[in-house]
């Protein structure tokens, strides 16, 4: 079984600050992580995602993730905010056994960017 | 590439009726599609895994009378909600995973939201 925690159902940043979206697993297997995007009415764009490997993955937009087992995390960052970061932020965990398994979402974090 | 067309993008009807919301990738063959359900302001839940040529496998909780699932070729997935009611209201999103990818990599539709009346 797994589940995926999202500390925060809103985050507001000022633009340039650092943005941190928290985000704790449970996974009794090793588990691929993802962070995805979601701007209104539109389907999830793929942040970044880690597998195995380096435990500090970077993505797109500028956006980064550390993998940390002992602390069961996988926490986002951004060192600096963007108007258009402004979106909704899921955690999902899956499976790593190889083959194609439905992920398990957070609640979502909602990122408000401040002028 | 890696793209995921999802019609309709809205659709209303009226209860009692059946809605089929369908999922293609275009630049790529996908042996398993995925279904989830979004609720407003929550999260997605899984609802189905769609395998290309085989029976779907639904998530506990899921009616599988009522959620026809239809994975003809490795490009089109069908979710056919049946003698829909104001509870199935929601925004469905289908996800398509890269045959033979790595990762569990998918990639998502931009979703239906079905409003029923």
């Known amino acids: 079984a797994q589940s995926v925690t999202q500390l925060g159902s809103h985050v507001s940043v000022s633009e340039g600050a650092l943005v941190l979206l928290r985000c704790n697993y449970s996974s009794s297997v090793p588990p691929y992580l993802f962070w995805y995007v979601q701007y209104p009415n539109q389907g999830l764009q793929l942040l970044l995602k880690?597998?195995?490997?380096?435990?500090l993955v970077k993505g797109i937009n500028g956006f980064e993730a550390e993998f940390k087992k002992s602390e069961t995390s996988f926490h986002l960052t951004k060192p600096s905010a963007h108007m258009s970061d402004a979106a909704e932020y899921f955690c999902a965990v899956s499976g790593s056994g190889g083959g194609a398994d439905g992920l398990t979402f957070g609640k979502g974090t909602h990122l408000i960017i401040q002028p | 590439g890696a793209v995921v067309s999802q019609h309709p993008s809205w659709v209303i009807c009226k209860s009692g009726t059946s809605v089929k919301i369908e999922c293609r990738s275009l630049?790529?063959?996908?042996?398993?599609m995925f279904w989830y359900r979004q609720f407003p302001k929550q999260s997605l839940m899984l609802m189905a895994t769609?395998?290309?040529?085989?029976?779907?496998?639904?998530e506990q909780g899921v009616e599988k009378d009522k959620f026809l699932i239809n994975h003809a070729s490795l490009t089109l997935s069908t979710l056919t909600v049946t003698s829909a009611h104001p509870e199935d209201s929601s925004f469905y999103i289908c996800s398509a995973g890269l045959a033979g990818g790595r990762g569990n990599i998918q990639y998502f539709g931009a979703g239906t939201r079905l409003s029923v009346l």
């Open positions: 880690y597998t195995t490997g380096a435990t």
């Open positions: 769609s395998n290309e040529g085989s029976k779907a496998t639904y």
């Open positions: 630049d790529f063959q996908a042996t398993t």
